[in-house]
């Protein structure tokens, strides 16, 4: 019995083949056994690229913070980007409770919890609306759904200035000008477009035979919403709350014109505080606010910015 032969034609130790390693396939090749590393610009532009936009995207909040730690005496100095020299937490104190929005110096405590009034119901009520619509336009199609859908698509490119007025007219009818149930139907209507148009996306990448297997076993309409469609819904549901909180929270011209006087939110409030001065302007006080009022946004953006990637990406497969 003769021994295997290696591939270069003499029998190794023990009849085993060996196979040359990498340095033999490198020599027989002739190249070096340690390439010199390649510097690849097009990766060293986009890094540089990433860090000059973060950089200009997080200096106004750098700014905004250190000011905001900082005393009057610091700030008349002019140096922005300085770290401040004594650290003070009053001007958050003052801009939370005691900053003075017009006549009332309740500071932006008020709007906050205003805000929050609007944003919950704000949030809820078009998520549902949103995905019922979208699947009934998806499994159900009922008569003329294509037309409703074109027409829901239309409302989504309307400026909202130019609604405004009508949505005036209409509000003061029904008795909801200047209240809480009025902002919020103003911000039901003005998202159904964009709800729809996201859970109808969402429902179309779900196969139809999931579906019709629920109607064999005998699901109505409402009970394939509650008990399959919806609770499959949950990428989805968390980047529509994220685009809800987001925008309405962010909202300054609708809850300034229907929300009233007692309702106003905290966007309004602050606008309020930085225009609202008795003598010297407290920058530290304004800045303090600022941050405050976007706080929820960033908070949001921060705990679930993955999950919106998650949903979008869901949503994107059909439409």
Not at 20 to 31: E, L, V
Not at 158 to 185: D, E, N, R, T
Not at 274 to 292: H, S
Not at 305 to 313: D, E, K, L, N, P
């Amino acid at each position: 019995m003769t021994s295997p032969r290696s591939a270069f034609g003499a029998s190794p130790p023990g009849g085993r083949t060996q196979r040359p390693g990498k340095a033999g396939f490198a020599a027989a090749a002739g190249t070096p056994l340690h390439r010199r590393s390649r510097v690849n610009v097009g990766r060293i532009g986009v890094y540089a690229f990433l860090l000059f936009a973060a950089a200009f995207f997080l200096a106004p909040l750098y700014i905004m913070a250190v000011t905001s730690l900082k005393g009057m005496d610091e700030i008349r100095l002019g140096q922005l980007f300085a770290l401040p020299q004594h650290l003070s937490l009053d001007a958050w104190r003052t801009a939370w409770s005691q900053a003075c929005t017009g006549v009332d110096c309740g500071g932006v405590r008020v709007g906050f919890w205003n805000s929050v009034a609007i944003v919950v119901p704000s949030t809820v009520l078009p998520i549902l609306m949103g995905a019922l619509n979208g699947y009934a336009l998806s499994f159900w199609k009922p008569r003329g759904a294509n037309t409703l859908f074109a027409v829901l698509m239309l409302g989504a490119f309307i400026p909202v200035q130019v609604m405004i007025y009508p949505l005036v007219k209409v509000v003061a009818a029904i008795g909801l000008f200047s209240s809480l149930p009025g902002i919020v139907l103003v911000h039901l209507v003005f998202s159904m477009p964009v709800m729809t148009l996201l859970f109808r996306n969402y429902y179309a990448s779900i196969p139809q035979e999931l579906f019709k297997a629920a109607r064999i076993d005998g699901g109505g309409f409402w009970r394939i919403f509650g008990q399959l469609m919806l609770p499959m819904s949950t990428p989805m549901i968390i980047v529509a709350a994220i685009m809800q909180i987001t925008g309405v929270w962010n909202d300054y011209v609708l809850g300034l014109v229907f929300a009233g006087r007692d309702n106003l939110p905290m966007t309004v409030q602050l606008n309020n505080v930085i225009n609202t001065t008795t003598g010297e302007r407290l920058y530290n006080v304004n800045m303090a606010a600022t941050i405050l009022t976007s706080m929820v946004p960033l908070l949001v953006y921060f705990v679930s910015g993955r999950w919106f990637v998650r949903g979008i990406a869901a949503g994107a497969v059909k439409g």
